[in-house]
């Protein structure tokens, strides 16, 4: 449900093949923010994504040690984390905007979370298996 103009936050870039995908949905007009945590991958991820998206609507960033996302970029449209978590971080939910969407797998389980002023519309989605969240340091 990614829309233009859209501020997404894709946790778990990777290659970066996410992120370019994204900053396609997003538009001329959106923006898309990759926080990848193993740096050996930062400097392909970011070579593939100026090579697919130049014109800076999208980035790649090292995830900072015992920080989750990236909250002082907050409030988020869309968040896709790809990797798997043991529960439903807050610390994410709190980094959506109001009918902000976040897709995350939980225990296996695909998660899309809808967040309504205090209130959080959680839905399930089929079994699929990730790297694990690392959420802390």
């Known amino acids: ?81 790809s990797a798997g978590a043991r529960r439903r971080p807050a610390e994410l939910v709190s980094q959506l905007g109001e009918e902000g969407v976040m897709v995350i797998p939980i225990r296996g389980v695909m998660h899309r979370l809808v967040r309504r002023g205090d209130t959080v519309l959680d839905t399930q989605h089929g079994r699929y298996l990730f790297v694990p969240l690392i959420e802390d340091s």
Do not use: K, M, N, Y
């Not at 994204?22 to 923010?33: H, I, S």
């Not at 800076?56 to 989750?68: N, Q, S, T």
């Open 1 to 81: 449900g990614v829309r233009d103009g859209d501020r997404v936050l894709d946790l778990g870039a990777g290659s970066g093949w996410t992120t370019a995908l994204l900053a396609q949905l997003v538009g001329p007009t959106g923006t898309v923010l990759g926080i990848e945590r193993q740096a050996s991958l930062l400097g392909p991820a970011r070579g593939a994504l100026a090579a697919t998206v130049p014109d800076g609507r999208a980035e790649i960033r090292e995830a900072r040690p015992g920080v989750l996302g990236a909250p002082a970029d907050a409030p988020f449209d869309r968040i896709l984390v």
